[in-house]
T-cell receptor, first 118, second 112 residues
Framework: KQEVTQIPAALSVPEGENLVLNCSFT??????LQWFRQDPGKGLTSLLL?????REQTSGRLNASLDKSSGRSTLYIAASQPGDSATYLC?????????????????FGQGTILTVHP | NAGVTQTPKFQVLKTGQSMTLQCAQD?????MSWYRQDPGMGLRLIHY???????DQGEVPNGYNVSRSTTEDFPLRLLSAAPSQTSVYFC???????????FGDGTRLSIL
């Protein structure tokens, strides 16, 4: 059974710092990995998606890396801002076949609560 | 561009009542799914659909039913609400099995 762990559970940093969020998974046979952001009382917003064949993806101040062999992904946030404060979730997608259909089951980590203070 | 729309946003039910959580997407996505989010448990998959007329169970399907008569809609039915079903429910869709998931804003459900 795939298990996804995120460390740290919570992180508080001053504005302007570069920071790294970690995600580890137990089954390296993944299809892809997705990082999300969740604001309080809101749904999940997709930040980056890395296919299993890729090593990293970048969007603005965000960079996500993937090391399948070690079962790890990191989300790097450059020059953090108070608006980055949110919960960050990683989710791993596996391939599963059942009854003639196929679907990539998404397994989520518990998330890292990030607070960036001015 | 509405994306994934969930209704209602909040609901309070009494034990034993039934209700339907609505989910609609306007992106012509084939893949849709329902998750529940609970403190300390993270997000868990309830049911999913790979296209109109095709549904399957996720991790925690007991007490819930789904159907997919159109590409756009994927309602989740609680047959007889129990306090253990108090949770935040999210609907998500993607254009392919491996594509990025788009989430709705959630339905916050309390069962008394």
């Amino acid at each position: 059974k795939q298990e996804v762990t995120q460390i740290p559970a919570a992180l508080s940093v001053p504005e302007g710092e570069n920071l790294v969020l970690n995600c580890s998974f137990t089954d390296s046979a993944i299809y892809n990995l997705q990082w999300f952001r969740q604001d309080p009382g809101k749904g999940l917003t997709s930040l980056l998606l890395i296919q299993s064949s890729q090593r990293e993806q970048t969007s603005g101040r965000l960079n996500a890396s993937l090391d399948k062999s070690s079962g790890r992904s990191t989300l790097y946030i450059a020059a953090s801002q108070p608006g980055d404060s949110a919960t960050y979730l990683c989710a791993v997608r596996l391939l599963r076949r059942a009854g003639g259909t196929s679907y990539g089951k998404l397994t989520f980590g518990q998330g890292t609560i990030l607070t960036v203070h001015p | 561009n509405a994306g994934v729309t969930q209704t209602p946003k909040f609901q309070v039910l009494k034990t034993g009542q039934s209700m339907t959580l609505q989910c609609a997407q306007d992106m012509n996505h084939e893949y849709m799914s329902w998750y529940r989010q609970d403190p300390g448990m993270g997000l868990r998959l309830i049911h999913y659909s790979v296209g109109a007329g095709i549904t399957d169970q996720g991790e925690v399907p007991n007490g819930y039913n789904v159907s997919r008569s159109t590409t756009e809609d994927f309602p989740l039915r609680l047959l007889s609400a129990a306090p253990s079903q108090t949770s935040v429910y999210f609907c998500a869709s993607s254009y392919s099995r491996g594509g990025p998931q788009h989430f709705g804003d959630g339905t916050r459900l309390s069962i008394l």
